[in-house]
């Protein structure tokens, strides 16, 4: 997939987020948040290795990466928090304030 489909799909699943998020369809809008982030981690790749990241392993390893490269400690940080929107998809473990904080955090990754 090239960058430009990245974007794309990242621009598409922020207009999912945004949407979803004014119906108060909190676990739906974060698994597209995430999905926002996914994507342009994606495009990234493209840019900086040639190919996209298949595995969630290589998006963690990815970020990292690039967290050391722009000296930036809190950007691994900032992942680390986006993950738990995907987890929570699945489980359904946040309240109504983890989804601010961490939708905040999700925000700032990109």
Known sequence: MKVEKYLKQAEEYMENFKELYDKKEMSKACENLWGVIVSL????????????????QELKNFVKDVAVDCEDEELYKLFKHSEKLHANFYHQFFDEDDYLLYIDDAKKVF
Do not use: D, M, T
């Open 41 to 56: 981690l994606n495009a990234l790749s493209i840019i900086r290795n040639q190919k996209p990241l298949i595995r969630h």
